[in-house]
């Protein structure tokens, strides 16, 4: 647990992760979530809903520490481009953003503000608190990915951050994150079917950008973890955006 606290949030900094954090990712993602689906809505009840939307995408950076959002950033610079494999690599180890990288996540930032900063929680859930539930499904669901990811998909680098999740296994991570997920996201919807779709749209945003990455890497980095996580959430909020 201290692993994978360590690994996606600010909490624990210097841990060294091992395969066995990865079970705890749907639990950290889950808390994650809960605590930026608690700012959205506990704002909401005092300011606007652009003014909420804003305050949680402004929680949700400090409580990961930017880490995803750069790992998303270092990715459209290094697989959007058309280049060779190993400049790619070199790229997303370059500490300085690119064109690439501005627009992915300004454009990433603005479409999640519109998700959070338009639907009142109300509109996800009667009771509107609930609504912080269906959060926690989509965090859960992204950083499950990212578990996954690693432990399925090949490691693009001969060493790395990443590498040390090498050797883990994805069925105690899923036996972990699908009944978690999907019980939130049912629980923090009405009709529970959005909260199921939602959850579903968010691994398949992800699986995407798995893809993409080992199409053009030949595997997955530290930092495609973290653009699945920002790109699974987004296309997951988005969902919900379409069926309030």
């Known amino acids: ?19 066995r954090a990865l079970a705890w990712f749907p639990v950290v993602g889950a808390i994650v979530g809960l605590a930026v689906g608690f700012v959205w809505w506990g704002t909401a009840q005092w300011f606007p809903l652009p003014v909420a939307g804003a305050v949680a995408i402004v929680a949700d950076l400090a409580f990961t520490g930017l880490l995803h959002v750069d790992g998303l ?31 992915a996540v300004v454009a990433v930032l603005l479409v999640r503000f519109a998700v959070l900063g338009s639907i009142p929680p109300g509109a996800i859930a ?8 269906v959060i926690a499904a989509l965090w859960c669901t992204s950083r499950t990915a990212m578990a996954v ?6 490691y693009a680098r001969r060493q790395g951050l990443a590498s040390a999740f090498i050797g883990g296994r994805p069925g105690v991570t899923l036996l972990v994150a ?12 009405d009709p529970p079917a959005r909260g199921v ?43 919900l955006a379409a069926h309030s």
């Open 149 to 154: 990811i690693a432990t399925t998909v090949p």
């Open 197 to 239: 779709l939602a959850v579903l749209a968010c691994a398949l945003g992800a699986a995407v950008v798995a893809t993409f990455a080992r199409t053009r890497l030949g595997g997955f980095t530290g930092d495609v973890l973290g653009a699945a996580g920002v790109i699974g959430e987004t296309v997951g909020l988005v969902l």
């Open 178 to 189: 699908v009944p978690l997920a999907l019980g939130l996201g049912v629980l923090g919807t």
């Open 73 to 103: 950033a270092d990715s459209a610079d290094g697989l959007i481009p058309p280049l060779p494999r190993e400049r790619r690599l070199e790229i997303m180890r370059d500490p300085h953003a690119g064109v690439f990288a501005v627009v």
């Open 1 to 19: 647990m201290r692993e994978a606290l360590a690994f996606l949030t600010l909490i624990g900094r210097g841990e060294t992760p091992s395969p």
């Open 126 to 133: 009667p009771a509107s608190i609930r609504a912080v539930l």
